[in-house]
């Protein structure tokens, strides 16, 4: 009796692990969609895809970001994609596009409700410090606009203030 409920629950944990596997597969399948959408700017499919798979958008996201395609990042948006969802390297999108010099990336995110206060708790790293190094003034103004908290501090225990001064751009900040 033991013997055959083994059997049993041996034979359901396959069926699991089978039906979870198809459906990764489907999920990278539909990913690889998106991406051949997103570099090609089709955005009447990509917006198709979107409406059918909304968990999906917020993937997107990230891939939109990268080829930078505009029209495709804010179809997504628009279309429910949460911007603070992706984690790359433990970093939102909020953190990587302070960094970037094209300010259209990081006002859509704020625009859509990103928060400007995600900490990255493992390195303690803030997007308002993402876009002092990088020397992004026009961003800190957009973060600290959107209710970023200045008065935050490094893991190195550096305040805004003290990161800013640092900066070959330091006069733009004072």
Request: hydrophobic share 45%; proline share 3%.
């Amino acid at each position: 009796m033991n013997l055959l409920r083994r059997k049993h629950y041996t034979l359901i944990f396959a069926g699991v692990m089978v039906a979870a596997s198809i459906l990764a597969g489907y999920q990278y399948l539909l990913q690889l969609q998106s991406r051949k959408y997103i570099k090609n700017n089709d955005l009447a499919n990509l917006k198709q895809l979107v409406n059918q798979r909304e968990r999906l958008a917020t993937a997107m996201l990230d891939d939109a970001y990268s080829e930078g395609n505009k029209a495709a990042f804010e179809l997504l948006l628009n279309a429910g994609a949460k911007p603070d969802g992706i984690r790359y390297e433990r970093l939102t999108l909020v953190h990587k596009s302070a960094r970037n010099a094209d300010r259209f990336w990081l006002a859509k995110l704020l625009e859509h409700g990103a928060n400007p206060n995600y900490n990255e708790v493992i390195r303690s790293i803030y997007p308002i410090a993402q876009a002092i190094e990088a020397n992004q003034p026009a961003n800190v103004r957009l973060l600290v606009k959107a209710g970023a908290d200045v008065n935050v501090c490094t893991s190195r225990n550096e305040s805004m203030l003290a990161l800013a001064w640092t900066t070959p751009l330091s006069d733009l900040y004072f």
